[in-house]
């Protein structure tokens, strides 16, 4: 009877400390899954086009999600029509300095290496504001862009609009999904089953300074270990537009955003990551138990 009783207490204390060990292992990864940057943004099914006046209008069927770089914010819109993708950069600011925007492509997903780029530029000239497109290219571990050599691949534009009462810049690029340029342009064959990084970097021209969104840090930014990733859907999952009218005036309690729709169209990989591995822990923990208990019952009944 003695034997039974320490063996018991041998158990129990297997247990408790099988349990503590699980709340160690769940306490020190599962922070670790939740704070990795993986991201994803639904490309929605165009219908709208874009160039009209009112950006409300041209981008309410768009994913879109917020950006921050350098001092400015504003909103990365993205749709497709299955022949070519739609990026709107809406900026909450007037730009009046001589800068450069860059739309930085990881063409195969593969989390490495950029390999397309779009660049932006204003140039600010006397009671003129002179905007210019380029298309680049990276090589493979080299941190600088380069012009490619052949003629411009995509269209791409930029206005002004006010929105409660506050000047908005926006850019808006329309960018084929292949071209004849294999090695430098995006080559998107099957939309529904592919996915592409994407991030923004800006500079100032005059002065260097320099920001990043999703991509690395200067003068790796080409690095796409941490780019947003695109989700392209197709006319059967287009999002039926919602047309606002004016925005209403921001307040202390509430962003001038809706989190409610972005909440559908952004989502962290890593938020499902983490829920499974709780809930196989605590699967683990659960029939780990059970055994122990039912063991226990069948040393009593003998």
Known sequence: MFGVEKEMKKLSKNLHLFIIACISLQLLLVPGIAND????VNSFWNTLDFGENNVLTDWSEAGKIDFSILDFTGILYIKNDFNSLYIG???????TDNMTWRVNFDVDADGEWAEDAKSLTLQ?????LVFSYDDEYYIQ???ISYPDSQPDNFEASMRTFTSVGR???IFELEIPFQTNDHLHDLQVQSPETSNIGLSIDAYYIDTGLNGTWRGDSYPDYANASSYIQILFTGPQDHKIPMFEGEEPPPTTEAPEESSAELSTQYYREEAGAASSFEGWIAFLGIFVTAFILGKFRRRNKT
Request: negative net charge.
């Open 37 to 40: 940057d993986a991201a994803f």
């Open 89 to 95: 950069i809406r900026i909450r600011e007037n730009i």
């Open 124 to 128: 600010v000239e006397p009671e003129n």
């Open 141 to 143: 571990n080299h941190a």
């Open 167 to 169: 000047i908005n810049t």
